[in-house]
Structures are given as structure tokens and as C-alpha cells.
């Protein structure tokens, strides 16, 4: 496998000046991949020359992604101070951070995260790979108080040492208005569902202007994702008209042009796949024949508020539907 040069892949700047690789590898292997596939393609692809890596403890693989991310080090691929990993506390650890900060550690191997996000604004839980109408009976709305004492755990990590940047996900305008002002420390990023059907042009605009780095995940529509988070009005990203028009005019598969899309944009997109081929193509092709401007236009123009990850299954009794945990946003 030819290796492909650091000095092409673009760059991406956090509050600070540091900068970032402007693509990464997803590791939500979905009920579809186990942790040794996933944790393979981690290795393949770190091989190749992908240096952003997004884990999250309740993706149930990071000793997997530990161990070859050992064997890495060992055989001196990288080293790892070359790579930039993420992980994410789940919802119910909210109320013990650090303990589950250290877990992850333990499991990746490592004694600092580069970057650590509140995977979801609440503690609700679900056990994984429930179904889409599963409930639990301790779900409750947004709650800031608890948030900002979740949040304080994570600026002590910083304090700590145990992570270098902290960060949110799957949050809306209307909490990060509020919580904002009361931080220490800032988010460095916001993990966000991000793919041309579902563009959330007023948070991600939002979170620029605020220094605040979008990270995006399904950044092609999640073709992968649980049978929980589909729906029959779900918009599939790679049949859209100005992706398939560009996909043609570029010689490329439609999934291409939506990562083109997103590192144009400007957020960092973190595509999932355990084929060789595909990661590989996820990672060269915003290095080479960029979109035109009236290609980005005409994708802008696509957008369908089409959210796949619902969130559904942390809802609380007596919530309207899904959108009560967006705030109405959508």
C-alpha cells in the first residue's frame, strides 16, 4: 500500500493556532463491523497515512483499537505524537468523567487524549443496540446545572493532564448559548451530524464564530448506520442531484464528492469504513481535483434538514417526539 504524503492532506486550525488533519477515520463500526474489523481498518489506515482517529467508549472496541494501535508504535510506523485520537464520555458516566477518561486511556493504551467530547448533552442512557423504540425510565430533559458540573469534570482533566483539548456533540444553538459564557475552558471542537442533506448551516456557523471547530460525522449519509436511526422519509445523500451531477463531471463515486464537499466547507469529516479501498479513497480525495465554486453552490442549495441520527431512544415520558432533544431546531 503506497503511503500517502502528510504535506497534501489539509489542515484544520483549533483555538490556539494548533492545526489538525481536515479528515479522520470514524470508528463506529454500527451493529454491522465487530471491534476486530474496525480496529484492522484503524491499523490499515494509520498505515496509509490517516492521523485523526475518533473513538468513544461506547463504541465497545478501544482496547481492540489500543492493541494495534500498539503494534503501530512497536514497529515504528508512528509515533504518537504524530496522531491526534478523540474519545468521548458516554451518558452514564456523566457523573464520574475522570473514572471513564481513564478507562478509555487503559484501553487505548495511552496516558493523554488529544481531544475529549461529551458524547450527547444528557445522561440518558440506553444500553447498545437497543431498538428505536426502546425508552428509559431515568431519561430526562436537558438540564444546564448538570451539563456545567458534567463540563467542570472535563476541565479538570485538562488541569490534570489526561487530556489536551475538551470538546461537545450533538448539541444545539440554544444550549451552547447558555452554556458558553459559563465555561473555563472552551470547547476546541463540536462533533456534529454533518452530510449535504443535512447541513445546519445556523450551528455551524454559529460554532465558527465562536472558534469552535465543527467536526462532522455521517458525512455521507451513514449508509451504515443501526436500523434504529432509519426512517422511511430519510434523504440518501449520494442520490441527490448536485452530488451525483459532480460525482459525474469528476469521474468519482458519489460518496467522494460528498467529503470533498465537507473539507471545502470547512468542517473535519470522520468517515467510517473497514474496506481498504474505501478508506483509502476517503483520504486521497481531498487532496486532489477540488469542487468548484458552483459545484459547493449547488450542494448548499441541497440541503433537506434531513437528520439521521434521531437520538429517539433518550427520550424521556412525556417528550413530544425525537426533535424535543434539538430544542425544536430543526
Known amino acids: 500500500m503506497e503511503k500517502i504524503n502528510q504535506e497534501r492532506i ?8 494548533e492545526q489538525i488533519p481536515a479528515v479522520g477515520l470514524g470508528t463506529f ?4 463491523y465487530n471491534a476486530e474489523q474496525v480496529s484492522e481498518a484503524v491499523y490499515g489506515a494509520i498505515q496509509y497515512g490517516y492521523r485523526l482517529i475518533d473513538c ?7 482496547d481492540k483499537i489500543g492493541a494495534v494501535l500498539k503494534r503501530l508504535f512497536d514497529e515504528g510506523e508512528v509515533k504518537r505524537e504524530e496522531l491526534f485520537i478523540t474519545s468521548k464520555v458516554w451518558n452514564d458516566d456523566h457523573r464520574r468523567v475522570e ?8 484501553d487505548l493504551g495511552l496516558t493523554c487524549l488529544d481531544l475529549y467530547f461529551v458524547h450527547w448533552p444528557f445522561p440518558n442512557y440506553h444500553a447498545p443496540g437497543c431498538d428505536g423504540d426502546s425508552r428509559n425510565p431515568d431519561s430526562r430533559p436537558f438540564c444546564l446545572d448538570e451539563f456545567m458540573d458534567t463540563w467542570r469534570q472535563c476541565e479538570a482533566l485538562v488541569d490534570a493532564g489526561l487530556v489536551r483539548y475538551i470538546g461537545m456533540s450533538n448539541m444545539t444553538v440554544h444550549k451552547l448559548r447558555q452554556i458558553l459564557p459559563l465555561c473555563r475552558i472552551r470547547p476546541a471542537a463540536l462533533e456534529m451530524e454533518l452530510h449535504p442533506s443535512f447541513q445546519q448551516p445556523a450551528l455551524f456557523d454559529y460554532a465558527v464564530g465562536q472558534g469552535i471547530l465543527p467536526i462532522g460525522y455521517c458525512p455521507i449519509g451513514s449508509p451504515s448506520r443501526p436500523e434504529r436511526d432509519r426512517t422511511a ?9 448536485a452530488i451525483r451531477a459532480a ?3 469528476h469521474g468519482v463515486h458519489p460518496a467522494v464528492i460528498c467529503l470533498k464537499w465537507a473539507v471545502q466547507r470547512g468542517q473535519v469529516p470522520i468517515p467510517f469504513s473497514v474496506k481498504q479501498s474505501q478508506y483509502i479513497s476517503n483520504l486521497k480525495c481531498v487532496t486532489e481535483d477540488p469542487l468548484t465554486a458552483e459545484e459547493m453552490e449547488a450542494i448548499r442549495r441541497e440541503d433537506k434538514n434531513c437528520r439521521l ?3 429517539q431512544v433518550f427520550l424521556w415520558e412525556g417528550a413530544g417526539g425525537w426533535e424535543d432533544l434539538w430544542d425544536g431546531e430543526e
Do not use: M
Not at 489539509?10 to 493556532?17: E, N, V, Y
Open 10 to 17: 489539509p489542515r484544520r486550525s483549533l483555538f490556539g493556532g
Open 29 to 32: 463500526g454500527s451493529d454491522k
Open 56 to 62: 468513544a467508549s461506547v463504541y465497545q472496541n478501544e
Open 99 to 106: 473514572q471513564a477518561c481513564k478507562k478509555s486511556l487503559r
Open 233 to 241: 422519509q430519510d434523504v440518501a445523500d449520494i442520490e441527490l442531484p
Open 247 to 249: 460525482a459525474r463531471a
Open 309 to 311: 441520527i434521531k437520538g
